[in-house]
């Protein structure tokens, strides 16, 4: 029986992507006034992101340093003048990133219908910076928000990552259900640790994968847990 639900955060409670796009755009109109925007400076910032994120998660750089590297590799992708203060230029992103952020229309909505259970998120942005997020969507009472940098450094799709979170709601793994837009950090990933996942595919374009469940909106989540009662 399902006694917790963590939620992922990016993608599934907050539109980090929308935000994003619109802080690059808004940081290179500043850094480089009266440069068209190129028509790939979101894709590349967004690839930038994977990359150098994963390299922070596996312990090949600091939280810092990743940044860093972006903001290089921004500019060395669409050819802009590398600021001499990088973390400045990080950090005025990262205002314009910050006035972005939004849960999505369906989130608040969804959370409300489900008391009874533990509640919480797991992530794999940078603790205070995703409390911060939290806060500012109007969910900072949701429950503890946990990332690899509070989770002894094991982020998603560690199986570690997913066991130290259910320690933390003080549940089995077996009794949370996974809620998140990623197929392997929110739904393949949690599943090899023994905890049960939904996939949120929100574009609504995909199959989910042989065995897994589908919702394409949060709004769907309380018919899913009462309309399974193993889950519930």
Known sequence: ?????????????????????AGIAAWIA????????????????AELED????????????LLEQRRRRIRGI??????????????????????????WSA?????????????YRLGVLTNGSSPVQIAKMGAIGLGELGPVLSGDVLDGHFKPAPASYLAAAER??????????VGDDLV???????????????????????APEGFARITTLSELPG?????????
Not at 79 to 93: E, G, Q, T, Y
Not at 104 to 116: E, T, V
Not at 169 to 178: F, K, Q, S, V
């Open 75 to 100: 500019c060395q992708a669409l050819r802009l003048a590398v600021p001499d203060d990088i973390d400045a230029a990080f950090a005025a992103f990262t205002r314009h990133y910050r006035a972005g």
């Open 185 to 207: 950090n929110d739904v393949t990933g949690p599943a090899a640790a023994g905890m049960r996942s939904l996939w949120l595919d929100r574009l609504g374009v995909e199959t």
């Open 51 to 62: 990359v150098h994120l994963s390299a922070w998660h596996a312990g090949e750089c600091d």
């Open 224 to 232: 899913y847990l009462s309309g399974h009662s193993d889950l519930g």
């Open 1 to 21: 029986m399902i006694k917790g639900i963590l939620f992922d955060l990016d993608g599934t409670l907050m539109d980090h992507r929308a935000a994003a796009d």
């Open 30 to 45: 500043d850094h480089s006034p009266g440069l068209p925007l190129p028509e790939r400076a979101a894709r590349v910032w």
């Open 104 to 116: 999505y229309p369906d989130a608040h909505a969804a959370l409300a219908h489900l008391g009874g």
């Open 169 to 178: 709601l003080g549940l089995e793994p077996g009794a949370i259900l996974l």
